[in-house]
């Protein structure tokens, strides 16, 4: 059997009715869903670079290595951001290419490689 006329678009109505409800739950599910594959995938890579720098950093004495960093924290819209850091006194003089270990600007290039930093 099939449906014609007034029948048909009364179902047809509610059917689109019975969509636009859910619509703004649904909406929020998906912002959810969308936040937490972001902040994993953050920080994943914020944890990755950490390590990825900790194993080209030049090697002496081993501080420069275990001077590295990191912290995530939630933004205000709920985003994970971070920050990655080596606060040794020498760390930029080894990334301007002090030691034979490493070419210049090892930091921007490992950054640039996994996709933290884009170049310009």
Not at 33 to 46: H, S
Not at 86 to 105: C, D, F, I, T, W
């Amino acid at each position: 059997m099939t449906l014609t006329g007034n029948l048909a678009l009364e179902l047809i109505i509610m059917k689109v009715n019975l969509e636009i409800v859910n619509f703004r739950e649904e909406l929020k599910r998906v912002e959810r869903e969308i936040k937490r594959q972001a902040n994993m995938e953050i920080g994943q890579r914020v944890d990755f670079a950490t390590k990825t720098l900790k194993l080209v950093t030049p090697v002496d004495t081993g501080k420069a290595r275990k001077g590295w960093k990191n912290k995530t924290y939630r933004s205000p819209d709920g985003y994970l951001d971070g920050s990655i850091v080596n606060e040794v006194e020498y760390m930029s003089r080894l990334n301007k290419g002090h030691s034979k270990q490493a070419p210049k600007y090892f930091i921007e290039q490992v950054l640039t490689k996994i996709g933290i930093l884009t170049p310009n």
